[in-house]
T-cell receptor
Framework: DTEVTQTPKHLVMGMTNKKSLKCEQHMGHRAMYWYKQKAKKPPELMFVYSYEKLSINESVPSRFSPECPNSSLLNLHLHALQPEDSALYLC??????????????FGPGTRLTVL | GQNIDQPTEMTATEGAIVQINCTYQTSGFNGLFWYQQHAGEAPTFLSYNVLDGLEEKGRFSSFLSRSKGYSYLLLKELQMKDSASYLCAVRDQGARGGYNKLIFGAGTRLAVHP
């Protein structure tokens, strides 16, 4: 199994809703990432989990809350989002956090629309 | 600071060769990746360079010059399916726990026409 899966594929939510994005990989990777990508822009790193512990938070607003229940799963909990948070949210994983050669495998993304 | 530059758009003809350039400035260079991304899809890995020189993989080749802060992706025998965005990404060895952060360029949108 060499893929990263993400659910849901599309999500529409209001500004008062609470929702969660889910990511799963079964490659035995120990680093997992959340990226945000706006249209025609590159992916921007949000969070990095290394061995199930949060190691990087790129100054992301607290309305985004990551969680890593185990080495295969990564969640992103959403609450009180703003319309400008609408974007493609990409999950990625890599074998080891600090390896020099450390290809990141990306999931298909969740297209989020905040009304 | 960190800066990655690549052309915004390129067009090419089916069967031709195209070269997509990338220049970068980072504080702690630790490798350069090229990813392909079709519209609305996830980026997929194409190549990795950490030492100077050319890496060839089928129709795709990538070149790196660390002294010049320069890389290019060469696509040969272009096919219509190669129409996509090509992202140059630099691994920057930051100060936080040895984690190597991947910084993406804005991407080059390549349109291949018959």
């Amino acid at each position: 199994d060499t893929e990263v899966t993400q659910t849901p594929k599309h999500l529409v939510m209001g500004m008062t809703n609470k929702k969660s994005l889910k990511c799963e990989q079964h490659m035995g990777h120990r680093a997992m990432y959340w990226y945000k990508q706006k249209a025609k822009k590159p992916p921007e790193l949000m969070f990095v989990y290394s061995y199930e512990k949060l190691s990087i938070n790129e100054s992301v607003p607290s309305r985004f809350s990551p969680e890593c229940p185990n080495s295969s799963l990564l969640n992103l909990h959403l609450h009180a989002l703003q319309p400008e948070d609408s974007a493609l949210y990409l999950c990625a994983s890599s074998q080891e956090p600090g390896l020099a050669y450390n290809e990141q495998f990306f999931g298909p993304g969740t297209r989020l629309t905040v009304l | 600071g960190q800066n990655i530059d690549q052309p915004t758009e390129m067009t090419a003809t089916e069967g031709a060769i195209v070269q997509i350039n990338c220049t970068y400035q980072t504080s702690g260079f630790n490798g350069l990746f090229w990813y392909q991304q079709h519209a609305g899809e996830a980026p997929t890995f194409l190549s990795y360079n950490v030492l100077d020189g050319l890496e060839e993989k089928g129709r795709f080749s990538s070149f790196l010059s660390r002294s010049k802060g320069y890389s290019y992706l060469l696509l040969k025998e272009l096919q219509m399916k190669d129409s996509a965005s090509y992202l140059c990404a630099v691994r920057d060895q930051g100060a936080r726990g040895g984690y190597n952060k991947l910084i993406f360029g804005a991407g080059t949108r390549l349109a291949v026409h018959p």
